[in-house]
């Protein structure tokens, strides 16, 4: 399948699809980790949701040749390449899931050959790079999405239809944490999640990132916040065994925000808390009812509704919840890597539809305002408005 590059309807830039019966090329920076999440899912959709648009899974892009090598043939990539500008204009589709400070530069290739992007979340290092990034999308006629794969969750989209629907009544209080403690040991290496060069922040990017994105998809936006960042451990081992290297992230914040519409709500993450392994709690109070999430148990929404007892579990399992008409029968529960095969989906329909897709670079960049915010607030003492 080939996008087209540029289009014009009355002089306006139009998203439009030259074909809908050859594949969509996909090519994919990055190989670890996400790397075998989006692999993983893109081979799970002609099984489990055949209305998605067909793949090719065609180059995949590293440094290591001898790794690269290896994971293409085990993740079933056609090719290697070792330079992504060489290769964002022979593809339709590109993945960026390498770390943030290579985030900007190919993407931005890409948005200018009208490739449609998949970016890891946050968008970059800084703000000026993401704004960089959200301009670049704004001038393209290609999809631009950034992955926040937990609005993918079933029971965080049951959530979202209970609060559009009034059940909840008035937002009143939005809490969020996402506490995992793989960086508890001071021996555990540094790597580039722990260097601001590259990662940008810690903790505050690599996991309120995703907390960022699920208050405003749940509740709206951030206009104010306060925070704190801290780091507990100054230096760990450098990857290669030779000596140290500083820690120049935080392992953890807290915050306190302010929605626009008078709601407020407090944040918290951390890389370093014993016990837990990747605690995503969600809570959000209302006049008439509380619903709350751990991603723990992913396929559970505590409900509670004012005259209850006691808060009501509800298993999210149900064909007529969100996503679960493509999966098991009731009870049958999902797991993790279930978000990016309906993340994947809903992405390349919008690339071989309407173009429409969410969240786009425009809800990475909020996000990211709301992270340099609480950076801001952390290096002042004071509460900061968010811009935009």
């Keep these: 399948m080939r996008v087209a590059r540029a289009g014009s309807e009355n002089g306006a830039l139009t998203h439009r699809v030259v074909?809908?019966?050859?594949?969509?090329?996909?090519?994919?920076?990055?190989?670890?980790?996400?790397?075998?999440?989006?692999?993983?899912?893109?081979?799970?959709?002609?099984?489990?949701?055949?209305?998605a648009p067909a793949v090719e899974r065609d180059v995949l892009v590293g440094r290591d040749e001898a790794g690269l090598t290896e994971a293409a043939e085990r993740l079933a990539f056609?090719?290697?390449?070792?330079?992504?500008?060489?290769?964002?204009?022979?593809?339709?589709?590109?993945?960026?899931?390498?770390?943030?400070?290579?985030?900007?530069?190919?993407?931005?290739?890409?948005?200018?050959?009208?490739?449609a992007v998949l970016c890891e979340k946050p968008l970059a290092p800084t703000l000026e790079a993401a704004e960089r990034m959200a301009t670049a999308a704004d001038d393209s006629t290609a999809v631009a999405g950034v992955g926040f794969n937990y609005r993918f969750v079933p029971a965080i989209r049951y959530a979202k239809q209970l609060i559009d629907a009034g059940e909840l009544g008035e937002i009143r209080r939005f809490r969020g944490r996402y506490l995992q403690d793989w960086l508890l040991d001071p021996e555990t290496p540094a790597s580039w999640r722990t260097d601001?060069?590259?990662?940008g922040s810690g903790a505050l990017g690599d996991l309120g990132a995703h907390t960022v994105d699920l208050a405003r998809f749940l509740v709206g936006n951030v206009v104010a916040v306060s925070g704190r960042l801290t780091t507990y451990v100054d230096e760990r081992p450098a990857?290669?065994?030779?000596?140290?290297?500083?820690?120049?992230?935080?392992?953890?914040?807290?915050?306190?925000?302010?929605?626009?519409?008078?709601?407020?709500?407090?944040?918290?993450?951390?890389?370093?808390?014993?016990?837990?392994?990747?605690?995503?709690?969600?809570?959000?109070?209302?006049s008439k009812g509380t619903v709350r999430f751990s991603l723990e148990r992913l396929n559970e929404l505590e409900i509670h509704r004012v005259g209850d007892r006691g808060f009501e579990?509800?298993?999210?399992?149900?064909?007529?919840?969100?996503?679960?008409?493509?999966?098991?029968?009731?009870?049958?529960?999902?797991?993790w890597e279930h978000t990016f095969v309906h993340e994947n989906a809903a992405f390349l329909n919008a690339v071989a539809g309407d173009g429409n897709f969410a969240p786009d670079f425009a809800d990475g960049l909020a996000v990211q305002r709301v992270l340099d915010a609480i950076e801001n607030s952390d290096e002042t003492g004071e509460r900061v408005r968010v811009d935009g």
């Design 196 to 199: 601001a060069d590259r990662a």
């Design 78 to 115: 056609a090719r290697t390449a070792t330079d992504p500008l060489a290769v964002v204009d022979e593809v339709d589709v590109l993945y960026n899931l390498g770390p943030n400070h290579i985030h900007e530069e190919p993407i931005v290739a890409a948005l200018d050959a009208g490739v």
């Design 313 to 335: 579990t509800v298993l999210v399992t149900d064909e007529t919840d969100p996503y679960l008409d493509a999966w098991w029968p009731p009870g049958h529960v999902l797991g």
């Design 19 to 51: 074909s809908v019966t050859d594949p969509l090329s996909v090519g994919v920076i990055g190989y670890g980790f996400m790397g075998k999440a989006h692999a993983n899912a893109l081979a799970r959709l002609p099984m489990f949701i055949p209305d």
């Design 239 to 286: 990857p290669d065994g030779d000596g140290t290297r500083a820690v120049t992230v935080d392992d953890a914040f807290d915050a306190r925000i302010t929605f626009t519409d008078g709601a407020t709500g407090t944040l918290e993450a951390s890389r370093v808390a014993p016990g837990r392994k990747n605690d995503h709690h969600i809570e959000v109070e209302g």
